[in-house]
Structure formats: C-alpha cells, structure tokens
C-alpha cells in the first residue's frame, strides 16, 4: 500500500486483496485523517496505481502512474484524467518533478524507459536512457524510482529494477549508468 498526504487529505492507494475490503482497488482519499475514505473518480476499479507525485509548488495538482499509462488531478485526488500520450497503455512505475522548473516532468516506465515532458504533462518524449531490454527473473527491468537532484536540478537519477542506476547531468538529455559501490 502506498499512502502520501496533499494540502491535508491523505491519499492511499489499495490493492488488490481478498482480506475484507471487497475490491478496494485504486486510489482512495480521506479528508479527515482516515477516518472515512472515497474512491477517487476517474479510474477503474481495477486500475492498478504505482506512483502519486504531488506537484512541488501546486498541491491541487497530483500525478499517477498507473498499470494503463499516466493521469493527472487537477483538484487535489478528488479526480484523475488519464493524460493521452506516447505513456498509455504503458506500466508507469515512477514520477518526478524538476524542483526549480515543475512544468518538467519526468516518468519511467516497464519496459524500463524514461520520459519527458517539458510543458506540464501534456507532451512527452521517451529519453535515450537505456535499459536492458530483459532482465533474469523479471523478464522487462522497471525503472521503480525516478529523483532530480534538489540541489542541481539538472541531475535525473533512474533506479531501475535489476538493470542498476542511470544518471543524467544535463536535465535528461543523455544518460549513463552509473557503476555499484
């Protein structure tokens, strides 16, 4: 389960069990600290969500990156949109924000890539951050974890799956993989 608080409403995305929820799959969001919750609008129950990134300076503004591609909330988790893209129908593992300039976003996704957008989210590019196109024992590597460097926004870090870390000095535009400890 993945939990994150927003201007004071916590979100909290479920999965799948069958341990007395009855299907609470998706995104749920309470407004009184989890003492009641609603289903976020927007998504399909069986939506399966592995990333919320709040906005760094707007927290009405939520990203999810989800089994089916990326959506966006523009009223603080209440509802998400999906967000037409080179992302749909892609698993969505990971999203960042630039902390200096927010309207860049960056999202990795399985098969392990990196993505772009420069204006918000409305437009995305796939970066030339390489992964291995198989990985033993997972078969297509994730890129789990994505960070820009809130001292130097211009360092993007990829942490995928089996396949290690890639790095980037210059805001996305070329990568290398970094070497293990």
């Not at 592995?50 to 990326?70: C, E, M, R, S, Y």
């Amino acid at each position: 389960m993945l939990s994150t608080c927003f201007q004071g409403r916590t979100c909290d995305v479920q999965e799948l069990h069958d341990d007395g929820r009855n299907g609470r799959t998706g995104i749920w969001i309470s407004g009184d600290g989890g003492e009641s919750w609603n289903r976020c609008k927007g998504m399909w129950n069986e939506t399966q969500v592995f990333a919320l990134t709040p906005h760094p300076q707007n927290p009405k503004v939520i990203f999810a990156g989800a089994h089916d591609g990326i959506y966006r909330s523009d009223d603080g988790g209440a509802t998400f949109e999906p967000i037409a893209s080179p992302l749909s129908g892609k698993a969505i593992w990971s999203v960042a924000f630039d902390p200096v300039q927010p309207d860049t976003i960056f999202a990795g996704s399985r098969p392990g890539a990196v993505f772009r957008s420069r204006d918000g989210g409305r437009m995305w590019e796939q970066l030339n951050a390489q992964f291995a196109p198989e990985c033993p024992n997972v078969r297509f590597p994730r890129v789990l974890s994505m960070a820009v460097d809130p001292t130097d926004h211009q360092v993007v870090w990829a942490g995928a799956e089996v396949d290690g870390v890639r790095r980037s000095l210059d805001g996305g535009q070329t990568w290398e993989t970094t070497e293990p400890l």
